[in-house]
């Protein structure tokens, strides 16, 4: 497909050279030459495709809003280095590709849109550079990738995690304890932490297969406290955690790995260090409904201030991991200063990434194996230089957001281990509901959030067999070749491939087309009793077995699988195994 490019900005030279290296593939070279330093304003850059045969929409930080846009009102993918990712896909109602844009710098503040021109039905595509003040510069380079190959969507965004490797954002290498199930205190004992009772959890959770706990906010907060008013100091509260580092080894002796939760950005306004923070100017700006104001990293005093606290408290208490929230918190704002002479950098998204360098090559120097958590909306490719652990959003209690957002992250990251958020549930929810959460995590690393010594027998008989089937299936879960079936209707088919074996879970529409069979486990996620099996070639004989959604096995019987339809009774939230 021909382009025609053209650049909008009145105080620059934009030249735009197009090259072909592949059948369907353009990369647009962009050159900015400002003919001084200066803080660059916006470039626009514009070219247009017509809509034929595009359903939906892909934006990774657009949780459900499928619909294409208009372009009086486009559908856009905002990025800068501590938020969102630098890509859109245009997708057919067969989940074919028909346009992916991905830009080479996911640091620079940047946004792609598309929009349809309802006098033309053409997509107005627009990639804007510098939407957020950078340093000065004289001259400015990137590289946008336009695919509009026949592909499916996702072989598409394999594409783009290949360009954007080559463009020197390769993801922080991953340890192995990054890829199991972790117990969350976070929706279980939310800021009322307690030593002895998270120990006992850890216990539970260690038996039925969870190997991490990441203890979350309130180990630094006092009791009666809410809010973020005494982040900044991480220092324990004596009352709720005498000893960290004794609180750790009674972890670390229930065979379980502890990582500790922090807000990066935020000092919260009774913290000790609040009035030093406040009095040298380094807030972004003032106290916010949190109860507290958010620290500029541009200042090397920052950078320094919160390298220390990390590495101070991973030797001294012998930390696994880190959870570091709120990264997508550093923001300009009105009150935001103009200039400071103290700074080494304009930028708030390079002093971003000069803090997240400066503690991530402090912690790895301490242990290798470092787990550092990030969450959506921080999880584009620069960033994930950095942390191993990518988690969905919050979301609680809505298997239908951790399947969704997760499927997004999914589909977002190119190495880092993907995280669901949280679990929790109410003890009242059926067995169905509750395991029905649990598959939707299925192709993501699960965390779960409840108190497992309070939650019904039939919750526990649940959770413990999905543990098992996902413990068992770990590297084809997160490592076999990945698809998710109609990203307009929020993924209603997920699968992973690996070795001939084909795990999916249906969610919505019960029916699964294969090639053949060799082996196969499928989940049933819709409210009905049944599931389809569709092949296309005999796989010979096989044993059908299908389970409950505690474990129990309701039918075993061997059978010929011919090419054809095939129903099978399976209740809510089972698993039918063919092999």
């Not at 959890?201 to 309130?218: E, L, P």
């Not at 994930?384 to 809505?398: E, F, L, Q, W």
């Not at 010594?453 to 999905?466: C, T, V, Y």
């Not at 998710?484 to 919505?508: F, M, Q, S, W």
């Amino acid at each position: 497909m021909n382009f025609t490019f053209s650049a909008k900005n009145e105080s620059a030279a934009v030249t735009l050279t197009p090259r072909t290296p592949a059948d369907g593939i353009t990369i647009l070279d962009v050159d900015i030459d400002f003919g001084t330093r200066c803080v660059p304003q916006p470039v626009t850059v514009t070219w247009r495709v017509p809509c034929a045969d595009v359903y939906s929409v892909y934006c990774p930080g657009h949780a459900h809003n499928r619909e294409i846009g208009v372009s009086w009102s486009p559908r856009v993918s905002d990025a800068r280095l501590a938020s969102g990712a630098p890509v859109q896909q245009l997708i057919s109602l067969g989940g074919r590709n028909r346009l992916t844009v991905a830009l080479s710098d996911a640091a620079t503040p940047t946004a792609i849109t598309t929009g349809i021109d309802e006098h033309t039905a053409e997509f107005v595509c627009t990639v804007k550079f510098f939407t957020e003040p950078i340093n000065e510069l004289e001259r400015y380079h990137a590289s946008v990738r336009i695919d509009t190959t026949d592909i499916p969507y996702e072989a598409a965004m394999r594409g783009v995690h290949a360009f954007w490797r080559d463009a020197g954002y390769a993801p922080a290498p991953v340890p192995d304890a990054a890829e199991w199930p972790v117990y969350s205190t976070w929706y279980s004992f939310h800021q009322a932490v307690d030593v002895d009772a998270i120990v006992a959890q850890c216990r539970m959770a260690k038996a039925m297969g969870m190997d991490t706990i990441i203890v979350d906010d309130g180990w630094q907060i006092a009791w009666g406290k809410r809010g973020y008013i005494t982040c900044g100091d991480w220092e324990p509260i004596s009352e709720k955690v005498a000893d960290m580092r004794e609180f750790v080894d009674r972890v670390h002796a229930e065979g379980m790995k502890f990582v500790l939760w922090y807000s990066v950005p935020f000092v919260g306004k009774e913290s000790k260090i609040f009035s030093h923070f406040e009095a040298e100017r380094m807030f972004l700006g003032p106290v916010n409904h949190l109860g507290a104001a958010c620290l500029d990293p541009r200042f090397p005093a920052v950078r320094a201030y919160l390298t220390d606290i990390y590495t101070r408290a991973a030797r001294e208490w012998g930390l696994d991991g880190f959870k570091l929230d709120f990264i997508d918190s550093f923001k300009l704002g009105p009150h935001t200063p103009a200039f400071d002479e103290r700074w080494d950098t304009r930028s708030l998204e390079q002093g971003v990434d000069w803090l997240l360098r400066d503690v991530t090559e402090a912690l790895l120097s301490i242990n290798p194996d470092m787990m550092i958590e990030f969450r959506q909306s921080y999880y584009g490719p620069n960033i994930c230089h950095y942390g191993n652990m990518i988690r969905v959003s919050d979301c609680p209690n809505s298997g239908l957001a951790n399947h969704t957002r997760g499927t997004n992250l999914r589909l977002a990251l190119g190495g880092s281990a993907p995280h669901s958020d949280m679990l929790m549930w109410h003890n009242d929810d059926p067995v169905e509901s509750v395991a029905m959460q649990l598959i939707d995590t299925l192709f993501y690393v699960p965390q779960i959030s409840v108190k497992l010594d309070e939650i019904p027998e039939s919750h526990r008989k649940a959770l413990a067999h999905f543990l098992r089937f996902w413990r068992t299936n770990r590297d084809t879960l997160l490592h076999g070749s990945f698809s998710a079936e109609n990203p307009e209707a929020l993924y209603t088919v997920v699968k992973a491939e690996r070795d001939g074996h084909l795990i999916a879970a249906l969610h919505t529409k019960p029916v699964l087309s294969v090639e053949r069979v060799e082996r196969l486990s499928m989940f049933n996620a819709t409210a009905d009793g049944w599931l389809y099996l569709r092949t296309a070639a005999p796989s010979g004989e096989k044993t059908l077995r299908v389970y409950a959604c505690t474990g129990e096995l309701i039918e075993e019987r061997q059978f010929t699988l011919e090419a054809g339809t095939y129903l099978f009774d399976v209740p809510c939230a089972g698993l039918v195994e063919i092999g």
